[in-house]
């Protein structure tokens, strides 16, 4: 595509003098042919001779040819035909007839003519401008890169317009993103009409009426509304780069410019999407085949131990310790498979509302191989109110409390887990009578939970860690204490008014 | 229990587990098949007609949850989830699947038998067997819609009684909320597990000796609810 095509261009001087000449030239051919045949035949048929000749004059050069072909029959006409001949007087009346008839000719179609013309004149900058704008599109099409995508279309508005071309983005400092040819650079006052225009989404700089001191004229790259960035152009000369009758054209471009920004702009957020869900995938997985791969060889080494208990040959004693370590061991690894979910963010919270007798029914029975034959004192009224939690997350958070609580308080320390309402909320303790917390009372229990994760005993800070992090992401909160007048820690779980159900409804309700 | 001793299929990928698996299950009495993967698994259940399926999830060639739906086609045939995945959602979609229960590994032996003689139970009572089911000092007699609890009648209301009879007629075997709320207050209370709660609560105050510490309705957090019926 060239200049030429896009740009309706004037009929040049060396055009227009041919095209006088030539309809000069036809009324001489046709006077040659009517002096041929004025002997001959009369001069009667003379008139007609003309009318090719002005009618080719207006179809092919327009209504000045025509008129001077027009004119310049009538006049051969009369000077050659009528009577008296070789002067430029009309004796006749249907000889003046003959002449206005061939002028009326001449205006007429070249009127028609012209119209046809420029129908197709305008059908052709059409076919022209779209055939730009799909070549402009293609060329971004197939690109799927932004910088790429900026390069190419100043490229093509390069050589488009036939001047210098500079996309700029970004506020409330503009930044050059690509420029052709390349190493343009703006002066400031470039730069403020284009912060105008990224800014007010108007054309600004040279021929508009704002910030004209600038070299380059910018026009907005509008996408959904937004000005995503500036388009500009410029001419080494001066002068403007695209005058009104082009405006629409460049800012068709530009609109398809916007369309390419616009999709890969959604492409890299799929990709962004699509790559995030995949990291989420396959840490579950990992986690998933982890747990898989520890659990299988305990499963093995627990139910091999439960054989042993019922071969005569073996020590019961040795079976117990069997069982009570692979325990252990159970627990552990569901506490690092817990706090890898929990470091890898991916908890996920299912609450649903909960009776606490459950859920210490269901911890006491997990661990009835450590509980043994220790004293455990349940006391939970039969009013205590329900309280949303996630049952599995709360299962965890009991499970290590009262491991914790076994482990602190010798080999047959009795334990309390008791629940009560105090002030609108619920709180569920969990009590030993070991020796009680390390120093001053009421510590954090983060701190508690550094210096025990340090201590010989192991694997406590990480279940202490993982009841904090559970409870905390339940919207409870945990704390620890030492008991008030006997001795013995107290660790107790509050469930705040909002995670506390109403007065239990009749059970018949529904 | 039938005349011949019931067949089990072990469908687990560790040969290890299976080793274990299989001397349990001898020891207990059951004739015992095994299968390595899913391929494996569909073909045993064809050609062996098991009475029991106990199916691990993670299979190499298939997910084992895909194959709860196949292994399950024949209602003659129980089946078990034994798996090493912990989370609730996994153990809701298998038992919603149509799992009969699910046990986590590491399992206890003694509490995987009492599953496998749950399921057991449930395919081959008899109709006279499953209209009487006790547990601890209860006598739950669905035929007469009477509970007792050491001999006298005790009172429950209506829902209470429809919640305790669909526990009982699946003694051993873990309902899910969803299941206990649909078939109890309808299709559109499920969400409604406060309902729940609150009525075995006082199912548990009635039937239960001791209720801060249920042994009779006894609850897997975030899962349902299994009631544990005296073994024969």
């Known amino acids: 595509m060239t200049k030429a095509q896009i740009m309706p261009s004037h009929v040049p001087a060396a055009a227009r003098v041919q095209a006088y000449t030539g309809a000069i030239g036809m009324v001489a051919l046709s006077t040659l042919v009517g002096l041929w045949i004025a002997p001959r035949w009369g001069t009667a048929p003379v008139d007609m001779i003309y009318l090719p000749a002005v009618l080719a004059a207006a179809a092919l050069w327009g209504i000045g040819p025509a008129i001077v072909a027009g004119l310049a029959a009538a006049l051969a006409y009369n000077f050659f035909f009528t009577e008296p001949v070789h002067t430029f007087q009309i004796d006749r009346v249907t000889d003046v007839v003959t002449v206005v008839v061939l002028l009326i000719v001449a205006l007429v179609t070249s009127k028609l003519a012209a119209g046809i013309r420029s129908h197709a004149r305008i059908a052709e900058a059409h076919a022209a401008r779209n055939a730009t704008i799909g070549g402009f599109a293609g060329k971004l099409l197939s690109l799927s890169r932004e910088t790429e995508i900026a390069e190419a279309a100043c490229t093509e508005l390069h050589r488009l317009f036939d001047c210098n071309a500079i996309l700029v983005s970004g506020l409330p400092e503009p930044r050059v993103v690509a420029a052709v040819p390349a190493g343009n650079r703006l002066t400031p006052s470039d730069i403020a009409a284009a912060a105008l225009t990224l800014e007010s989404g108007e054309r600004a700089g040279r021929g508009t009426n704002r910030s004209q001191p600038a070299e380059w004229v910018f026009s907005p790259v509008r996408s959904s509304g937004a000005v995503i960035a500036a388009a500009g152009l410029a001419r080494d000369d001066g002068h403007i780069p695209v005058d009104d009758e082009q405006l629409p054209l460049l800012e068709n471009l530009l609109d398809q410019l916007a369309l390419a920004l616009e999709r890969v702009r959604a492409e890299a957020d799929v990709r962004e999407v699509s790559s995030l869900r995949e990291r989420d995938r396959l840490r579950s997985a990992l986690l998933s085949s982890v747990g898989h791969d520890l659990r299988t060889p305990l499963t093995a080494i627990m139910g091999a131990a439960a054989e042993l208990r019922c071969e005569e040959s073996s020590s019961p004693a040795l079976v117990a310790t069997l069982e009570t370590e692979a325990g252990k061991l159970e627990r552990y690894i569901t506490n690092l498979l817990d706090m890898a979910r929990i470091e890898a963010g991916a908890v996920k919270l299912r609450t649903e509302p909960v009776d606490l007798v459950d859920a210490v029914a269901a911890a006491l029975k997990d661990l009835r191989t450590t509980l043994a034959e220790r004293s455990v004192a349940v006391e939970l009224p039969s009013d205590l109110p329900l309280v949303r939690a996630d049952p599995q997350l709360l299962h965890h958070c009991l499970i290590n409390l009262i491991d914790n609580a076994c482990r602190h308080s010798g080999a047959n320390g009795a334990l309390t887990i008791a629940a009560a309402m105090v002030k609108n909320e619920v709180r569920l303790r969990i009590e030993d009578e070991g020796p009680g917390l390390p120093q001053e009372r009421e510590r954090a229990l983060d701190t508690f939970m550094r210096i025990e994760g340090s201590d010989r005993k192991g694997g406590a800070g990480l279940g202490l860690a993982i009841v904090k992090a559970f409870t905390e992401a339940m919207g409870a909160t945990v704390t620890a204490a030492n008991r008030d007048g006997v001795r013995g820690s107290v660790f107790t779980i509050r469930f705040p008014q909002s995670l506390v159900f109403d007065a239990m409804e009749s059970a018949d309700a529904g | ?232």
């Open chain 2, 1 to 232: 229990m039938p005349a011949r001793a019931p067949k089990i299929l072990i469908v687990d990928d560790e040969s290890q587990i299976r080793t274990l698996l299989k001397a349990t299950l001898s020891r207990a009495g059951y004739v015992v098949v095994e299968a390595a993967n899913a391929r494996e698994a569909l073909s045993a259940k064809a050609i062996d007609k098991p009475d029991l399926v106990l199916l691990d999830l993670g299979l190499p060639d298939r997910d084992g949850l895909e194959l709860v739906d196949s292994l399950r086609a024949d209602p003659r045939s129980a089946l078990i989830v034994v798996s090493a995945r912990d989370q609730t959602e996994q153990k809701v979609a298998a038992l919603d699947l149509g799992a009969d229960d699910y046990v986590t590994k590491p399992f206890d032996t003694e509490e995987l038998l009492a599953r496998v003689r749950a399921s057991l139970r449930q395919r081959l009572a008899s109709e006279v067997e499953r209209q009487v089911v006790e547990a601890g000092p209860i006598i739950v007699d669905l035929l007469g819609r009477t509970v007792r609890r050491d001999g006298n009648e005790v009172h429950v209301t209506p829902k209470e009684w429809d919640l305790l009879a669909e526990l009982a007629k699946h003694p051993g075997r873990v309902l899910t909320h969803e299941m206990l709320l649909r078939s109890v207050w309808g299709p559109a209370q499920v969400a409604q597990t406060e309902y729940l709660r609150v009525a075995i609560r006082s199912l548990r105050q009635k039937l239960e000796p001791k209720p801060s510490q249920p042994r009779l309705i006894v609850n897997e957090p975030g899962v349902g609810y299994r009631l544990l019926p005296n073994e024969p």
